[in-house]
């Protein structure tokens, strides 16, 4: 459910990409089209202005009411078939940063700084020409125009008036000023302005807080230096022909250019000595005397070829990715474009006479419409399955509401000469205000509480302070580049962030001076990071960039291969063992061989949605509707099924026949949960934060401070529940009265670590190893000293671990596993008791046997474990007592006996795992948790039950003689037993401190140790999935990850310069800041209701482009992601992250539309993207780990 999770920390709330992006930004990209008068092309080819017939077409966007961002069916210009393709050389963060990016376009005979065909982001020209028309009576008329030529090929006319001023486009707000000496200045409303020469070449990009990007030219008037007013600067050197043949960066780094000798572009070397070659043909159309130089092919650093594109005339016939090929067919008449793959599924494309794609028919024969209004601004998009989704903008090109399909609507507005939303006001009617300084930057933020957030700038335009609501304020510390330096936390806790001359972070570091430390190369792509204390993670790559081996601080190295198509095909793991990986020709993964020689295959349908995954005799299936929300998946043991309404929201969820059904408000919040005849009501503020819950055994009420953290909580029994927070978040009490009474209170070191807990008959305190790893606890209960290996492994006993990181040994067991790495016996040394686990095809665990003896024939104690297609156990049998369970998402909301009778039905609050009552036998008990979830005291209506105390890694050290039918303890979590917790994609034993089988996710940086157990700090951290930590309680580095945000907020000019971005993606990725890490609570939400306005696809799927964002090089390793990873990922957003980010997600629901990694590991391949939210998944810095 879409409520406020209390202390557990969200993926949301760590990444500072979220709503007020406008702010950073310093280029307003003008985004509107408009007719206007003709133009002559190309500019810089001498063709003569006074000439009344325009030469040939010149490629996309021949015409001033042409997008190319709207009219792009991957690498092809659908409505003229040239090959468009755009490669980034350059990128140095910073406010300013400065960027280089090349695009070719295959029918464009431009011969630009970079060749034939190629032009740049620096190919921004505004330029005045003089058309000629004869007049009726003889003589020649005369109108002036300034041509503006974006880079993407946009143009736009701004015309010279009788009046001596010169007059914008309709739709458009900018201002053109004729300086002296026929200079050109082109303002944006946003305050921002470009400055062109009497030639036409941009002089100056700059910010209206005066950030500014300048160009040089040399006498011939070819660009020699772009130079950020932070300092950074490209110096540009040119061979003989004339082409860009180096560019010399302020960190000394070099790029370099070869061509042949017809001027085509033929090689790039980075500095790394990588180097991209491509391969061209000459064209020269019938009846036309230009020679175009068509690309062909094009070879990245390790040898694979990225594409190979085949022409029939000056149209694609064809391309390559992997090893798929793409064939197009035209026709021209009917204006549709057929693009058919390898395996025959197609995508058509119908485009109008503005060359604008209106709809796209995919292989299934669903569709997929646009509408646009005169300029450019999308206003109807209509899915698959017929709904429409409404935007309306204002003359301006504003953004003014949205409205779903069901008729809820979005409203913003705007200030008469302020380009960013005032107010947005929800389909609810709640109102976030905002207000701005005269730079643009975001003053103070007030959401629908009227709790404010504000905000300083200095002159430059960077961040310097964020007081929140509660007046608690952040401060910053910028270099010339507007970079942060320093974080100081309202406590007065100071992190450090420090870069190389390149802008990229190499080291970050506390309040103490205890520092992580980044080794790169020279594109900045990490070769090595030493934590505090030493330990140290590898990085070996290609060519390419891509990881071919990484090593641990043992010395312990996973390494991986790729096919000709640059396909991950195999992975060998530490201790030797191997999966490999087999493709259909379209590039899809085909099947999986397994380290135990089982195999994983792999099918799909004609849309490419996966409909069943097969293993050793084991098959699941899936089934999906129109719009490509799952609508059933079974297995052997059943079958789920679902439905949706227009908006694509959940409605019903059936298990077996078991139903749970959904309402919604209209701002898309669950309203009502329904199972097995009762229902659980729920009610909001005006934050959407969960304010009441009506169970069955009665009412919960919820209390929040300004910040959005919870405050309180009374339960239906008389239990009251008050919470307390320091300056820097952190929990200081959590204070229960009632039927159960224990005052928990919470102490922190200088580090942030907490290092006191106490309670009811109990108080921790707490030590931590450099890297922040627990190293001791002490009590009356007990106490503990912890010591790690290099590769995080508990030493200082006589545990044995093998090359896999498998523990072998301890002071009182021996461990057996199998192939996959699965716990498979365990053996007590002194009384050779053996527990034997037995898994399915899938690696989850399917039976525990207990045997007195190692040698004992029977068991004397035996559970098995089924689960459903989507990896919820479904029953356990115990002693041959079977149980099944029903599900609220993830959450178990009841438990049924042999007969299909109700015998148990669990309430939970809003956090992960978070039980608040079990219902059993007609009769509640009420469940009381400490800081990270751990049950700690159970109640009935009037007196304490019992009580629970752990050790830090979870081992009752004491409990109720009695069950009182309660199985969550440690964490939330569920109990089997012997030490032993289902935390759903595998289980914990918190008497080795380990999990008993490999995190299905894998290895990658930062998780090289697949059995470690929340980063060995389980004081902070907890692991509900089984795959992701969830960090309770910031630890370590908190101050710095603000400031690594912003870092990545600035790092972003290959989106600032995207020219097919939304204005509200650009100001996302300039600085606009998810507030849940600077400001907790209800700036999130706030911030995320203005930014809605400022995308102008908004919740509107765009048509598709093909072009992924993320660098090849920063996806590592070069895999597929599995089911369970993805499911992990919607564990992440509280499964929340699908179409428009809010709506309940299964196995494929945002198939089409987000196709988006960040440097969480995988390849730029649709299978990983198709479950993959933009706007929620920026969750690793690219550095590896921080």
Not at 191 to 220: K, M, V
Not at 736 to 761: A, C, E, F, I, V
Not at 1058 to 1066: F, I, L, N, S
């Given at each position: 459910?879409?409520?406020?999770?209390?202390?557990?920390?969200?993926?949301?709330?760590?990444?500072?990409?979220?709503?007020?992006?406008?702010?950073?930004?310093?280029?307003?990209?003008?985004?509107?089209?408009?007719?206007?008068?003709?133009?002559?092309f190309p500019w810089d080819q001498g063709h003569d202005t006074f000439d009344w017939n325009d030469p040939n077409d010149p490629g996309p966007c021949e015409g001033p009411e042409c997008d190319p961002c709207k009219s792009t069916g991957s690498p092809v210009y659908i409505p003229t078939g040239h090959f468009v393709w755009t490669e980034q050389d350059i990128q140095i963060p910073g406010r300013p940063g400065l960027s280089i990016s090349r695009t070719y376009n295959s029918n464009d005979p431009k011969v630009g700084m970079f060749g034939n065909g190629w032009s740049s982001n620096c190919d921004?020209?505004?330029?005045k020409t003089v058309d000629w028309e004869k007049g009726s009576e003889g003589g020649t008329l005369s109108a002036t125009t300034y041509l503006l030529r974006e880079p993407n090929g946009k143009r736009y006319s701004y015309t010279l008036g009788e009046n001596g001023q010169v007059e914008a486009p309709t739709g458009r707000d900018d201002q053109v000023e004729l300086l002296s000496g026929g200079e050109i200045k082109l303002s944006a409303q946003s305050g921002s302005y470009r400055i062109y020469n009497a030639s036409g070449q941009l002089l100056e990009d700059a910010a209206p807080s005066g950030?500014?990007?300048?160009?040089?030219?040399?006498?011939?008037?070819?660009?020699?230096?772009?130079?950020?007013?932070?300092?950074?600067?490209?110096?540009?050197?040119?061979?003989?022909?004339?082409?860009?043949?180096?560019?010399?960066?302020?960190?000394?780094?070099?790029?370099?250019?070869?061509?042949?000798?017809?001027?085509?572009?033929?090689?790039?070397?980075?500095?790394?000595?990588?180097?991209?070659?491509?391969?061209?043909?000459?064209?020269?159309?019938?009846?036309?005397?230009?020679?175009?130089?068509?690309?062909?092919?094009?070879?990245?650093?390790?040898?694979?070829?990225?594409?190979?594109?085949?022409?029939?005339?000056?149209?694609?016939?064809?391309?390559?990715?992997?090893?798929?090929?793409?064939?197009?067919?035209?026709?021209?008449?009917?204006?549709?474009?057929?693009?058919?793959?390898?395996?025959?599924?197609?995508?058509?494309?119908?485009?109008?006479?503005?060359?604008?794609?209106?709809?796209?028919?995919?292989?299934?024969?669903?569709?997929?419409?646009?509408?646009?209004?005169?300029?450019?601004?999308?206003?109807?998009?209509?899915?698959?399955?017929?709904?429409?989704?409404?935007?309306?903008?204002?003359?301006?090109?504003?953004?003014?509401?949205?409205?779903?399909?069901?008729?809820?609507?979005?409203?913003?507005?705007?200030?008469?000469?302020?380009?960013?939303?005032?107010?947005?006001?929800?389909?609810?009617?709640?109102?976030?205000?905002?207000?701005?300084?005269?730079?643009?930057?975001?003053?103070?933020?007030?959401?629908?509480?009227?709790?404010?957030?504000?905000?300083?700038?200095?002159?430059?335009?960077?961040?310097?302070?964020?007081?929140?609501?509660?007046?608690?304020?952040?401060?910053?510390?910028?270099?010339?580049?507007?970079?942060?330096?320093?974080?100081?936390?309202?406590?007065?806790?100071?992190?450090?962030?420090?870069?190389?001359?390149?802008?990229?972070?190499?080291?970050?570091?506390?309040?103490?001076?205890?520092?992580?430390?980044?080794?790169?190369?020279?594109?900045?792509?990490?070769?090595?990071?030493?934590?505090?204390?030493?330990?140290?993670?590898?990085?070996?790559?290609?060519?390419?960039?891509?990881?071919?081996?990484?090593?641990?601080?043992?010395?312990?190295?996973?390494?991986?291969?790729?096919?000709?198509?640059?396909?991950?095909?195999?992975?060998?793991?530490?201790?030797?063992?191997?999966?490999?990986?087999?493709?259909?020709?379209?590039?899809?993964?085909?099947?999986?061989?397994?380290?135990?020689?089982?195999?994983?295959?792999?099918?799909?349908?004609?849309?490419?949605?996966?409909?069943?995954?097969?293993?050793?005799?084991?098959?699941?299936?899936?089934?999906?509707?129109?719009?490509?929300?799952?609508?059933?998946?079974?297995?052997?043991?059943?079958?789920?099924?679902?439905?949706?309404?227009?908006?694509?929201?959940?409605?019903?969820?059936?298990?077996?026949?078991?139903?749970?059904?959904?309402?919604?408000?209209?701002?898309?919040?669950?309203?009502?949960?329904?199972?097995?005849?009762?229902?659980?009501?729920?009610?909001?503020?005006?934050?959407?934060?969960?304010?009441?819950?009506?169970?069955?055994?009665?009412?919960?009420?919820?209390?929040?401070?300004?910040?959005?953290?919870?405050?309180?909580?009374?339960?239906?029994?008389?239990?009251?529940?008050?919470?307390?927070?320091?300056?820097?978040?952190?929990?200081?009490?959590?204070?229960?009265?009632?039927?159960?009474?224990?005052?928990?209170?919470?102490?922190?070191?200088?580090?942030?670590?907490?290092?006191?807990?106490?309670?009811?008959?109990?108080?921790?305190?707490?030590?931590?190893?450099?890297?922040?790893?627990?190293?001791?606890?002490?009590?009356?209960?007990?106490?503990?000293?912890?010591?790690?290996?290099?590769?995080?492994?508990?030493?200082?006993?006589?545990?044995?671990?093998?090359?896999?990181?498998?523990?072998?040994?301890?002071?009182?067991?021996?461990?057996?596993?199998?192939?996959?790495?699965?716990?498979?016996?365990?053996?007590?040394?002194?009384?050779?008791?053996?527990?034997?686990?037995?898994?399915?095809?899938?690696?989850?665990?399917?039976?525990?046997?207990?045997?007195?003896?190692?040698?004992?024939?029977?068991?004397?104690?035996?559970?098995?474990?089924?689960?459903?297609?989507?990896?919820?156990?479904?029953?356990?049998?115990?002693?041959?007592?079977?149980?099944?369970?029903?599900?609220?998402?993830?959450?178990?909301?009841?438990?049924?006996?042999?007969?299909?009778?109700?015998?148990?039905?669990?309430?939970?609050?809003?956090?992960?795992?978070?039980?608040?009552?079990?219902?059993?036998?007609?009769?509640?008990?009420?469940?009381?948790?400490?800081?990270?979830?751990?049950?700690?005291?159970?109640?009935?209506?009037?007196?304490?039950?019992?009580?629970?105390?752990?050790?830090?890694?979870?081992?009752?050290?004491?409990?109720?003689?009695?069950?009182?039918?309660?199985?969550?303890?440690?964490?939330?979590?569920?109990?089997?037993?012997?030490?032993?917790?289902?935390?759903?994609?595998?289980?914990?034993?918190?008497?080795?401190?380990?999990?008993?089988?490999?995190?299905?996710?894998?290895?990658?940086?930062?998780?090289?140790?697949?059995?470690?157990?929340?980063?060995?700090?389980?004081?902070?951290?907890?692991?509900?999935s089984g795959q992701i930590v969830w960090f309770a309680i910031p630890v370590l580095y908190g101050a710095v990850e603000v400031g690594l945000s912003i870092y990545d907020a600035y790092d972003t000019v290959s989106t600032i310069t995207d020219p097919c971005r939304t204005a509200g993606e650009k100001w996302a990725a300039g600085g606009l800041f998810a507030l849940g890490a600077i400001a907790p609570g209800g700036g999130y939400t706030a911030a995320d209701d203005i930014g809605r306005a400022v995308a102008k696809s908004g919740n509107l799927p765009k048509p598709p482009t093909g072009a992924?964002?993320?660098?090849?090089?920063?996806?590592?390793?070069?895999?597929?992601?599995?089911?369970?990873?993805?499911?992990?990922?919607?564990?992440?957003?509280?499964?929340?992250?699908?179409?428009?980010?809010?709506?309940?997600?299964?196995?494929?629901?945002?198939?089409?539309?987000?196709?988006?990694?960040?440097?969480?590991?995988?390849?730029?391949?649709?299978?990983?993207?198709?479950?993959?939210?933009?706007?929620?998944?920026?969750?690793?810095?690219?550095?590896?780990?921080?």
């Amino acid at each position: 459910m879409d409520v406020q999770k209390h202390f557990k920390k969200t993926k949301g709330a760590s990444t500072l990409y979220g709503v007020f992006a406008a702010l950073m930004v310093l280029f307003t990209t003008l985004a509107v089209t408009t007719p206007a008068l003709a133009y002559h092309f190309p500019w810089d080819q001498g063709h003569d202005t006074f000439d009344w017939n325009d030469p040939n077409d010149p490629g996309p966007c021949e015409g001033p009411e042409c997008d190319p961002c709207k009219s792009t069916g991957s690498p092809v210009y659908i409505p003229t078939g040239h090959f468009v393709w755009t490669e980034q050389d350059i990128q140095i963060p910073g406010r300013p940063g400065l960027s280089i990016s090349r695009t070719y376009n295959s029918n464009d005979p431009k011969v630009g700084m970079f060749g034939n065909g190629w032009s740049s982001n620096c190919d921004s020209v505004a330029i005045k020409t003089v058309d000629w028309e004869k007049g009726s009576e003889g003589g020649t008329l005369s109108a002036t125009t300034y041509l503006l030529r974006e880079p993407n090929g946009k143009r736009y006319s701004y015309t010279l008036g009788e009046n001596g001023q010169v007059e914008a486009p309709t739709g458009r707000d900018d201002q053109v000023e004729l300086l002296s000496g026929g200079e050109i200045k082109l303002s944006a409303q946003s305050g921002s302005y470009r400055i062109y020469n009497a030639s036409g070449q941009l002089l100056e990009d700059a910010a209206p807080s005066g950030e500014s990007i300048s160009y040089e030219y040399d006498d011939t008037g070819r660009l020699v230096r772009m130079a950020a007013s932070s300092g950074a600067y490209l110096d540009f050197d040119y061979n003989p022909q004339g082409f860009v043949g180096s560019i010399t960066d302020s960190a000394s780094r070099q790029w370099q250019y070869f061509y042949d000798t017809d001027g085509n572009l033929v090689q790039v070397q980075d500095p790394t000595g990588g180097s991209w070659d491509y391969a061209y043909q000459p064209y020269s159309p019938p009846a036309d005397a230009q020679t175009y130089h068509q690309l062909t092919r094009i070879t990245d650093p390790d040898g694979v070829v990225v594409t190979d594109v085949a022409y029939n005339g000056t149209r694609v016939a064809s391309y390559t990715s992997g090893e798929n090929t793409y064939s197009y067919s035209y026709n021209v008449s009917q204006k549709t474009v057929v693009k058919t793959d390898s395996v025959g599924a197609t995508w058509t494309f119908v485009y109008d006479e503005d060359a604008v794609i209106t709809k796209v028919t995919a292989a299934d024969n669903t569709s997929e419409q646009y509408v646009y209004d005169d300029d450019g601004n999308m206003v109807n998009y209509i899915d698959q399955a017929g709904n429409e989704w409404l935007s309306t903008y204002d003359e301006q090109g504003r953004r003014l509401s949205f409205t779903d399909p069901l008729g809820n609507t979005e409203q913003w507005s705007y200030g008469s000469d302020q380009l960013y939303p005032t107010t947005a006001t929800s389909p609810t009617g709640r109102i976030t205000n905002a207000s701005y300084d005269d730079n643009g930057n975001i003053a103070s933020l007030t959401d629908p509480s009227e709790a404010t957030t504000q905000f300083t700038w200095s002159e430059r335009g960077f961040i310097q302070s964020v007081r929140n609501a509660l007046g608690q304020q952040t401060t910053f510390e910028t270099d010339a580049s507007g970079l942060p330096i320093s974080v100081t936390q309202p406590d007065g806790k100071t992190g450090q962030i420090s870069y190389n001359t390149a802008g990229h972070i190499v080291s970050v570091s506390d309040n103490t001076g205890a520092a992580y430390v980044i080794e790169r190369d020279a594109l900045g792509r990490t070769l090595k990071t030493i934590e505090p204390s030493g330990r140290t993670l590898t990085y070996q790559r290609n060519g390419a960039g891509d990881l071919v081996a990484l090593t641990d601080g043992k010395g312990q190295t996973t390494s991986y291969t790729y096919d000709e198509y640059g396909r991950l095909v195999s992975e060998t793991l530490s201790d030797g063992r191997q999966r490999n990986y087999t493709y259909r020709t379209d590039n899809l993964l085909k099947t999986v061989t397994e380290p135990d020689g089982s195999v994983v295959t792999f099918t799909y349908d004609n849309v490419k949605q996966l409909r069943s995954l097969s293993r050793n005799g084991e098959t699941t299936t899936y089934d999906y509707n129109a719009r490509g929300l799952l609508t059933e998946a079974s297995n052997n043991v059943g079958v789920v099924k679902r439905s949706y309404d227009d908006a694509g929201r959940l409605v019903t969820e059936q298990v077996n026949g078991k139903v749970v059904t959904y309402t919604y408000n209209a701002e898309n919040e669950v309203v009502s949960v329904s199972a097995l005849g009762e229902t659980r009501n729920y009610e909001r503020d005006s934050r959407g934060l969960l304010t009441t819950m009506v169970a069955p055994e009665g009412q919960y009420d919820f209390g929040y401070d300004a910040l959005s953290r919870r405050t309180s909580l009374s339960m239906p029994n008389g239990q009251s529940v008050s919470y307390s927070y320091n300056i820097s978040g952190q929990p200081t009490s959590i204070s229960h009265s009632g039927p159960y009474q224990n005052d928990l209170q919470y102490s922190y070191n200088t580090r942030g670590l907490m290092s006191n807990y106490s309670g009811k008959d109990v108080s921790w305190s707490y030590g931590y190893d450099p890297d922040g790893q627990l190293s001791s606890a002490s009590s009356a209960l007990a106490s503990y000293n912890y010591e790690y290996d290099n590769a995080g492994n508990l030493i200082g006993g006589v545990q044995v671990y093998d090359a896999a990181n498998r523990l072998l040994e301890d002071a009182d067991f021996l461990y057996e596993y199998d192939q996959q790495g699965n716990l498979t016996a365990k053996t007590d040394k002194a009384s050779s008791a053996t527990t034997t686990y037995q898994w399915n095809a899938w690696d989850q665990l399917s039976k525990v046997d207990v045997y007195e003896t190692s040698d004992a024939a029977t068991a004397a104690q035996s559970t098995t474990y089924l689960y459903g297609p989507l990896g919820r156990r479904w029953a356990v049998t115990e002693n041959g007592t079977r149980t099944d369970y029903v599900y609220d998402g993830s959450d178990r909301i009841a438990a049924l006996n042999s007969s299909g009778n109700v015998v148990e039905r669990v309430t939970f609050g809003p956090a992960v795992d978070e039980p608040f009552a079990i219902t059993g036998n007609s009769s509640t008990n009420y469940l009381h948790a400490n800081h990270i979830g751990s049950v700690i005291g159970i109640s009935s209506g009037s007196s304490t039950l019992g009580e629970y105390r752990y050790s830090p890694f979870g081992q009752h050290l004491s409990s109720p003689e009695a069950e009182f039918n309660n199985s969550f303890r440690y964490a939330g979590r569920e109990y089997e037993g012997d030490g032993l917790y289902y935390n759903r994609a595998r289980y914990y034993d918190s008497v080795s401190r380990r999990f008993i089988s490999e995190d299905p996710l894998g290895t990658f940086p930062g998780n090289t140790n697949l059995y470690i157990y929340a980063q060995n700090n389980p004081v902070h951290g907890v692991d509900p999935s089984g795959q992701i930590v969830w960090f309770a309680i910031p630890v370590l580095y908190g101050a710095v990850e603000v400031g690594l945000s912003i870092y990545d907020a600035y790092d972003t000019v290959s989106t600032i310069t995207d020219p097919c971005r939304t204005a509200g993606e650009k100001w996302a990725a300039g600085g606009l800041f998810a507030l849940g890490a600077i400001a907790p609570g209800g700036g999130y939400t706030a911030a995320d209701d203005i930014g809605r306005a400022v995308a102008k696809s908004g919740n509107l799927p765009k048509p598709p482009t093909g072009a992924g964002s993320v660098p090849k090089s920063e996806r590592d390793p070069k895999r597929l992601f599995t089911p369970s990873e993805r499911e992990a990922k919607r564990a992440e957003q509280g499964n929340k992250c699908a179409n428009g980010c809010g709506t309940d997600i299964d196995a494929s629901n945002s198939a089409g539309h987000h196709i988006e990694r960040h440097a969480d590991g995988g390849r730029t391949v649709p299978e990983n993207h198709a479950e993959v939210c933009r706007n929620c998944h920026k969750d690793l810095h690219s550095g590896g780990g921080m």
